[in-house]
C-alpha cells in the first residue's frame, strides 16, 4: 500500500505539472499541531496537501494526509529509555471529475489508507460515480458525490471467526457531503461527511466528519482549526476503540 501511496502522489503531481501551461494549479499544503484520541493519544505534527486542476469541463482533485508521532519513554530516574511510536497513519485520494454542466459530474475515485494502530493493515477502494452540486454562490458550496466502489480490506487478524483470510474483497459504496460557507471575505467554515458501506453486509461500515475554520492572513496564509472523527464499525477485539479523532491546528499555504 505504499506503493499505491507513492502512486497516487506521483500521478497528482505528475498531471499538475503536465497541465500546469493549460489550467491554473490550485495547490493547498498544511504543517499542523495534532492531538489525536480514541486508539491513540499523541501530541505532534501533522502534514496535508491538496492538488486542484481545473481544466475546461475537468478537474482532477488530489489530497493526501500523514500523521506520525513518537513518545519518548523514561524510567524513574529520568534516564532515557526508549521511543515508541505513538501514531502512524497516512491515506491519499485521487479524484477525477467531468463535468456535464455546472450541476452534474461524472466522478471516478481511487484512494488508499494505512494505520499502524487501526484493524487494517491497509485499506484500498476504486470506482465510477457522480457530483451533484446542490448549491454555488458567493457564500455556499454544497456538494454530494456518491461513487460505486470495489474495496480490499486487509486485516491485522482474520476478518471472519471461522476463516485464516485476513484480505476481505468486496463490492462497495461511498456517498459524501462537501460544504463551505464564506463567512466573510477572509474567513469560511466547512464541513465534511463521509460514509462507506459494503453492499453485502451493512454491517461493515465506515464514518467519517471534518469540521474546520479556516482565516486568511495574507493572499498565501491562513491559519486553520480542525476536528475529524473516523468510525469503523467491525474493529479487532485488540482495538480499543471504534473511533479515532484528530484536532489540527494548522498553518496553510496556498498556491
Known amino acids: 500500500m505504499k506503493r499505491l501511496l ?3 502522489l506521483l500521478t497528482g503531481m505528475s498531471v499538475a505539472l503536465s497541465a500546469a501551461d493549460d489550467a491554473k494549479v490550485a495547490t493547498h499544503a498544511e504543517l499542523s499541531y495534532a492531538n489525536t484520541g480514541g486508539n491513540t493519544e499523541s501530541q ?34 529520568g534516564s532515557y529509555v526508549d521511543t515508541t511510536t505513538t501514531k502512524n497513519r497516512w491515506d491519499a485520494e485521487l479524484n477525477y471529475d467531468y463535468n456535464f454542466n455546472e450541476v452534474v459530474a461524472f466522478n471516478y475515485i481511487a484512494g488508499a489508507k494505512g494505520d499502524k494502530f487501526s484493524s487494517f493493515v ?15 454562490n458567493d457564500s455556499h458550496n454544497l456538494k ?8 480490499w480490506d486487509e486485516y491485522r487478524q482474520p476478518y471472519q471467526v471461522d476463516s485464516n483470510d485476513t484480505l476481505h474483497e468486496y ?18 467554515f466547512m464541513q465534511y461527511a463521509m460514509y ?12 467519517k466528519s471534518k469540521t474546520a475554520l ?3 492572513m495574507s493572499d498565501i496564509f491562513s491559519l486553520g482549526l480542525s476536528y475529524t472523527i473516523d468510525y469503523t464499525n467491525h474493529k479487532a477485539a485488540t482495538v480499543p476503540s471504534h473511533t479515532d479523532s484528530v484536532f489540527l491546528a494548522s498553518l496553510i499555504a496556498d498556491f
Open 6 to 8: 507513492a502512486f497516487l
Open 196 to 207: 462507506r458501506s459494503e453492499f453485502e453486509d451493512t454491517t461493515n461500515y465506515f464514518a
Open 44 to 77: 505532534n505534527l501533522a502534514g496535508n496537501l491538496k492538488i486542484n486542476i481545473p481544466i475546461p469541463d475537468h478537474e482532477i482533485r488530489f489530497v493526501g494526509n500523514v500523521l506520525y508521532a513518537n513518545n519518548d519513554n523514561f524510567d524513574v530516574n
Open 144 to 151: 454530494f458525490q456518491g461513487n460505486v466502489l470495489w474495496i
Open 214 to 216: 479556516e482565516s486568511k
Open 122 to 136: 491497509y485499506q484500498a477502494y476504486t470506482g465510477p460515480g457522480a457530483i451533484l452540486t446542490a448549491v454555488k
Open 171 to 188: 463490492a462497495g459504496y461511498q456517498v459524501s457531503m462537501d460544504y463551505t460557507f464564506q463567512i466573510t471575505e477572509t474567513t469560511k
